[in-house]
């Protein structure tokens, strides 16, 4: 059983930084994947980054390539998501995620524990 609290999200300008933080509870954090994704109103929710237990496996939604980036300390039970050059369209609720693949994956059906979620809004 995994527990998991977002934190860190809050109103931004267009072209700011936001650091989100996860954190685990239980001793298992180190053997799951982690993903981030976001649910926009209206919108279905969607696939931003995906980190395996190791941290040496990485993927990015398109969406969000070359501006955000994910990260894992698992002596801390913790996954970061680090998001620059923020757009009014990253506008979401912004959720961990916790999946035993081992390099996690896309599909929010292959995550077994989540995140209450934490807002994050971009204004123009």
């Known amino acids: 059983q995994v527990q998991l609290v977002e934190s860190g999200g809050g109103l931004v300008q267009a072209g700011g930084s936001l650091r989100l933080s996860c954190a685990a509870s239980?001793?298992?954090?180190?053997?799951?994947?982690m993903g981030w994704f976001r649910q926009a109103p209206g919108k279905e929710r969607e696939f931003v980054a995906r980190?395996?237990?190791?941290?040496?496996?990485?993927f990015y939604a398109d969406s969000v390539k070359g501006r955000f980036a994910i990260s894992r300390d698992n002596a801390k039970n913790t996954v970061y998501l680090q998001m620059n050059s923020l757009k009014p369209e990253d506008t979401a609720v912004y959720y961990c995620?916790?999946?035993?693949?081992?390099?996690?994956?896309?599909?929010?059906?292959?995550?077994?524990?989540w995140g209450q979620g934490t807002q994050v809004t971009v204004s123009s």
């Open positions: 995620a916790a999946s035993t693949l081992n390099d996690g994956s896309r599909s929010r059906y292959d995550y077994n524990y």
């Open positions: 239980g001793r298992t954090f180190s053997s799951y994947a």
């Open positions: 980190i395996s237990w190791s941290g040496g496996t990485i």
